[in-house]
């Protein structure tokens, strides 16, 4: 009798313990494929809260495709060269070398960032900027952050031109050393924004984004 | 690469599952083999359950030029897929060619490409391409092929030996002229030319009528009333696509006075031209030098011209038919054409002596700007054969042809080959003749490779690169300059004689300087230039003779007509799964070619479709199913060329491979048999006609993959109320008819009480299509452009003849028995896009729902494949993905168009309207902040269809074209009974047919 007491005492206890285990889970818990939070580590560790958030380049310098194509685009390596022919590392750096040889009365030296050396062998140049018929030329394989699945067309255009900003669905990617996806991506969200935006309009402007299901998935 | 694949997914099954009855599980499974098992699950279970594998982006390096990642561009070029020559717009997305497409400014194909032309993208990510030069069957090195060449023609040189180049019409100047060049450096050495189709006799005949061996350009947006014999110039005959734009601009029945071209076609076998005929009159192959006899000696009465000597036997058809066209075309001199395909020179000449009556040459033909869409020279290639068999030369090149294959008596010229002592194939895919080459050199596609073309006299367009080519191919030109010790590259040599030889023919004023005029052409893709004077003498009336009787065979035995399918016009497509499976627009069969018979002799034979006939030619014997075609003329039996290919032997694995899938291929591991062996030599001449082959049934069956019968729309008879088996699917009218507002059928006015209540917001587009049925030639350009536009998987004959082709646009063809022949109506049928669409009330899931513009949307993500909607669907045009169709290649998964989603198994899919290309347009208007303007959206369909009879937009706006015609008193709906409100509006049937012959019809 009294065994059979304990175990169902047992049972009840581990039945409520396994509750609140799993309603803690169970309230995080995510579709399949919902890649919220995800933040993967980039083969150059290229801080976005540095160009975007501190010095504040607009994003469609870069991503030049958002307002032309589906894709924003990711920015060819030959694109990061307009400034980082000049600046080789971070300007601390660079000024600190200046002073030391200016101290040891030499020429400075080139302060090279390691990171930025990546950079240069993507684009086959020696340490003196040149181009070295030796190397070959290596696209540097950023991992994608922001993924749909194939089934769904999303395109960058309609959404610049209606002036949604970036951050509305990209977070803020000003602040962030290492992008991170913020939103879930998922249907519900897309929905929700395209019916909210549709009563309250984008910056007092009307918008009428469509609720269509071929307005995504065809 | 696929079957090492296929060793190790076996491997690792065997080790994770031992089979009952394998020694080491004799036993039942031990305690341990049960634990082995769990973990390998447990394993399993958790790798799959990891997050979504990492996907790189990989950026360029160098952003090149103004390309933006993501977006279409398009480059003017020229087609290669036949020696046509039409103006293409080759679509490439991020670097790669996804689509070709009509070049609207072209003015010959006018913005129309027909479906092999469009397949032939598929060939550019064959993986079955030459990538290396080969030596006796093995990968070699260029320099290796250059060293051996170079010193065997030095020898030559030396020594002597005839050298002989064969290739089919090179429309290309630059390695026209090269070609010229190189052979130049030997004592005997000569150019001979083949078509694989030929019509030599037409060119031989202008050389004994106008002393100038020539093709005439036929112009038949000139021509009023057309007379063709055999000639299926809609279909296969020389340039199909520019002479379907040509034949529609003749025929505009919208206008305010309706205005149509008179054709009548006197054929055979049912053609594709034929069916589409004002008037159409089945006769035997021999009765067409009678019926010419008959009509120039009544030509020549009424011009006042001497009837030429020679025999004239009784007419086969009745003399006031005759006497009847005669007036019709003598009222129509100058604005009238006569076509003749005969591969008979006397025959020919007599059709051009009665073009020379009419007075159409000048007009409707033109000599002095000839077409080089087809040189071939038949004698010339039956000297080279006799030559290959006195052992007398010494060196032949082939340029991507495969005599071995197109011609006769393949058995002695493989013999005769090897007594060659050098033999070189350029070409892109391992062939019957290149297999036995000493070396082959590979050739780029032509989205590859830079080159030109001139394919009628004047009007010069460039092919340019859309990609960088795979492997390491070389042009002929490249080839040629390199054998002469002068190597450069394609782009180069294609520049340096555009400068010296195209650009002072540019007649253009003010002149523009030299590079102005190639940025300008290569923009354009062509350019019109001036030509030299024409050596076309006056017209020899002397040497037209009228032709001799001919006997017709009362033995029993059948004329053997050999023709080019639509789909497949010579063997060198075969490689190309989109077109294999393409149903042909008459006999909607798939994967095969077959001997076509009449009822009446089918069932002399009493073989029906898909009993195996064996056609004993005497040397040739060629067995093949029988396929029964109506509107045939019972003494002939018809095969197509371009089967039995070894490029087909690809398709071994097509289609899925599950336990009831039956092969694709036929008995000899091809698909199809090779008709090219039945082919004849005569007068210098290779005849596409066989007399007195005897054709006998064996008790062998094999079965064709028809696409027709499982898609019709009427009803079945066991379950038709009486006098309603035939639903009004196709209206159809004459012309004089249509004058008095007569279109062929009464509309349906009654108001129809409607379940649904109008929730459907009307505002904003409609969109909604129009298609011309008299426009439509079933050409089936479109149902290709959809293919590759939507990513339509190829799925196999087995699965087709299990009804489950993929096609998400078909042709429909329907046959209208008459006295004396039969009536063709095609109907491209695609999903209706209905108003009350009968598919969306049953799905269970809300997979396929209506769109604020009128789109019957389907979402693959949602559907569970019920196919319920299949099932309700009334036009059934549903498709269902029954298994995931990978492509048998992988290289194909680069044709696929990124905007529309590949779908997998367990899925079903039909039409979109082209939504993605509603949504470019859309969001392209967008940013230019300018409103969608009619025309800015064109669905695949209606930008490649040579005859534009497809025209797309807003049924709300009721300025758009689409709105017009489908108020127009031609339009209806298909099943419009059921009050389903579909958005497809059909323009109905006209023909012009006299009174008199309605009556001859119908009486």
């Known amino acids: 009798m009294l065994s059979s007491r304990l175990l169902t005492v047992v049972l009840l206890l581990v039945l409520v313990s396994a509750s609140v285990v799993l309603g803690v889970r169970f309230r995080n818990y995510s579709l399949p494929g919902n890649q919220q939070g995800y933040e993967p580590v980039q083969p150059i560790a290229f801080s976005h809260r540095l160009h975007a958030g501190d010095l504040q380049i607009a994003c469609i310098y870069c991503h030049s495709g958002a307002d032309r194509s589906r894709h924003a685009g990711i920015p060819a390596s030959s694109l990061c060269m307009n400034c980082h022919r000049l600046v080789t590392a971070s300007p601390d750096a660079m000024l600190q070398e200046v002073q030391q040889a200016r101290q040891a009365g030499r020429p400075p030296q080139p302060v090279i960032s390691p990171e930025l050396v990546k950079l240069y062998d993507s684009l086959g140049l020696d340490e003196k900027m040149q181009p070295d018929p030796a190397k070959k030329l290596r696209p540097i394989p950023w991992v994608k952050v922001h993924n749909l699945p194939d089934f769904s067309c999303f395109d960058h255009r309609p959404h610049v031109r209606a002036g949604v900003e970036c951050q509305e669905c990209h977070g803020p990617v000003q602040t962030m050393e290492r992008v991170r996806q913020v939103e879930d991506l998922s249907m519900g969200w897309c929905v929700n924004c395209h019916r909210e935006k549709g009563i309250a309009g984008v910056d007092g402007k009307k918008v009428k984004p469509s609720t269509d299901c071929a307005a995504c998935h065809y | 690469m696929a079957s090492e694949e296929k060793v190790d997914g076996s491997r690792q099954a065997s080790l994770a599952l031992p089979l009952v009855g394998d020694d080491s599980a004799a036993s039942s499974p031990s305690r341990r083999d049960f634990l082995r098992l769990a973990g390998f699950a447990l394993g399993a279970t958790l790798t799959g359950c990891q997050r979504a594998p990492v996907q790189h982006a990989l950026a360029y390096v160098n952003q090149p030029g103004d390309l933006v990642p993501g977006r279409s561009y398009s480059y003017a070029s020229t087609c290669g897929g036949c020696s046509a020559g039409c103006g293409l717009l080759a679509t490439t997305r991020d670097g790669r060619p996804i689509k070709l497409e009509g070049n609207p400014e072209h003015p010959l ?511 040739a014997v060629l067995e093949l199913p029988v396929l029964v075609q109506p509107g045939q003329h019972d003494g002939i039996v018809a095969v197509a060329l371009g089967y039995g290919s070894l490029l087909s032997a690809r398709f071994a694995s097509i289609g899925p491979q599950w336990l009831e899938a039956k092969p694709t291929l036929g008995h000899n591991g091809r698909v199809g048999s090779n008709a090219a062996e039945m082919l004849t030599w005569s007068g210098d001449t290779l005849q596409r006609l066989r007399a007195g082959v005897r054709p006998t049934k064996t008790n062998r069956q094999h079965p064709l993959a028809l696409t027709q019968q499982y898609n019709l729309l009427d009803v079945p008879p066991r379950l038709a109320l009486p006098g309603q088996q035939r639903r009004p699917i196709i209206h159809e009218t004459t012309l004089e008819r249509l004058r008095r507002g007569d279109v062929g059928a009464a509309h349906d006015e009654e108001e129809k009480a409607d379940l649904w209540t109008p929730d459907h917001a009307s505002e904003g587009p ?99 494949g019920t196919r319920y909607c299949a099932n309700n669907c009334p036009y059934l045009v549903r498709r269902f993905n029954w298994f995931d169709y990978a492509h048998d290649d992988t290289m194909h998964n680069l044709v696929l168009n990124p905007d529309v989603t590949v779908r997998s198994r367990g899925v079903m899919e039909k039409c979109s309207f082209c939504v993605h290309r509603i949504q470019e347009a859309k969001i392209e208007a967008g940013r230019e902040e300018r409103a969608l303007r009619d025309g800015d959206i064109r669905t695949a369909c209606q930008q490649s269809c040579p005859a534009q009879a497809i025209v797309f937009g807003d049924l709300n706006d009721p300025k758009s074209r689409v709105s017009k015609l489908a108020s127009g008193s031609r339009a209806y709906r298909v099943l419009e009974e059921l009050n389903v409100k579909p958005s497809v509006n059909y323009l109905g049937l006209v023909r012009n047919r006299p009174a008199a012959a309605e009556e001859n019809s119908h009486g």
């Not at chain 2, 294959?405 to 010229?413: E, I, N, Y």
């Not at chain 2, 909604?768 to 799925?795: F, Y």
């Not at chain 2, 209905?834 to 389907?858: F, I, K, R, S, W």
């Open chain 2, 109 to 619: 194909s006018r913005g129309g490409l027909c479906a092999a032309g469009q397949a032939s993208l598929l060939g550019l990510y064959d993986g079955q391409r030459l990538e290396h030069p080969q030596q006796r069957g093995r990968d070699t090195e260029w320099l290796q092929v250059d060293l051996a060449v170079r010193a065997r023609l030095e020898d030559i040189r030396k020594n002597g030996g005839a050298v002989r180049f064969l290739s089919g019409s090179l429309l290309g100047p630059t390695g026209s002229a090269l070609l010229q060049q190189f052979l130049g450096t030997f004592a005997d050495a000569r150019h001979i030319v083949y078509d694989s189709s030929s019509h030599s006799a037409i060119l031989a005949a202008h050389a004994v009528t106008h002393g100038v061996r020539l093709l005439p350009h036929y112009r038949l947006d000139k021509a009023q009333t057309l007379v063709s014999f055999d000639a299926d110039f809609l279909g296969t005959w020389i340039s199909p696509v520019e002479f379907t734009a040509a034949y529609r601009s003749g025929r505009n029945i919208d206008g305010a006075e309706p205005r149509m071209s008179y054709h009548v076609h006197f054929e055979s076998r049912l053609s594709l031209t034929g069916s589409k005929a004002d008037e159409r009159f089945t006769i035997a192959p021999g009765e067409v030098g009678s019926i010419l006899n008959h009509l120039a000696t009544r030509l020549a009465k009424k011009a006042g011209v001497a009837v030429p000597e020679g025999a004239s036997a009784e007419s086969p058809l009745d003399a006031g038919i005759l006497d009847r066209l005669a007036e019709r075309l003598w009222s129509d001199r100058g604005r009238s054409l006569i076509l003749c395909d005969s591969q008979d020179v006397d025959v020919q000449v007599v059709c051009n002596f009665l073009n020379h009556l009419l007075g159409n040459y000048g007009a409707t033909l033109d000599v002095e700007r000839p077409s080089y869409q087809r040189q071939g020279d038949d004698r010339e290639v039956h000297k080279l054969l006799d030559e290959l068999h006195a052992g007398k030369v010494a060196a032949l090149f082939l340029y991507q042809c495969d005599p071995l294959h197109d011609l006769p008596d393949g058995d002695k010229l493989r013999d005769d080959l090897k007594r060659v002592p050098l033999v070189v194939s350029f070409a892109e895919r391992t062939n019957e003749t290149s297999q036995r080459a000493h070396y082959v050199c590979p050739t780029p596609h032509f989205l590859e490779s830079w080159s030109d073309a001139e394919p009628v006299a004047g009007l010069v367009s460039l092919v340019q690169p859309a990609i960088a080519p795979r492997g390491e191919p070389r042009s002929l030109p490249e080839s040629l300059a390199a054998w002469m010790n002068k190597p450069q590259s394609d782009y180069d040599l294609l520049r340096a004689h555009w400068e010296k030889e195209i650009y002072p023919r540019a007649d253009k004023l003010p002149k523009p300087s030299f590079q102005a005029f190639w940025d300008r052409t290569l923009l354009d893709g062509f350019a019109q230039v001036t030509t030299p004077p024409s050596k076309t003498k006056s017209f020899d009336v002397s040497k037209v003779r009228l032709l001799p009787p001919s006997s017709p065979s009362k033995d029993g035995s059948l004329t053997l007509v050999i023709y080019s399918k639509v789909g497949m016009p010579d063997a060198s497509h075969a490689y190309n799964p989109w077109l294999q499976e393409l149903p042909d627009p008459i006999s909607k069969v798939t994967w095969d070619n077959y001997a076509c018979l009449s009822p009446e002799a089918a069932k002399r034979l009493g073989a029906n479709t898909g009993d195996v006939v064996r056609l004993d030619g005497g040397a």
């Open chain 2, 766 to 864: 409609h969109w909604g299509m129009a298609i011309d049925l008299s426009a439509c030639t079933g050409c089936s350009a479109c149902v290709v452009a959809c293919q590759v536009e939507n990513n339509i998987p190829t799925v196999g004959k087995d699965e087709v003849r299990r009804q489950r082709e993929m096609h998400w646009l078909r042709i429909d063809r329907y046959y209208t028995e008459r006295p004396g022949g039969v009536d063709v109506a095609y109907q491209p049928m695609l999903c209706q896009h209905c108003g009350n669409a009968p598919c969306e009330v049953v799905c269970p899931v809300l997979a396929t729902v209506h769109g604020e513009e009128g789109l019957n949307q389907q979402v693959y993500n949602r559907c569970v």
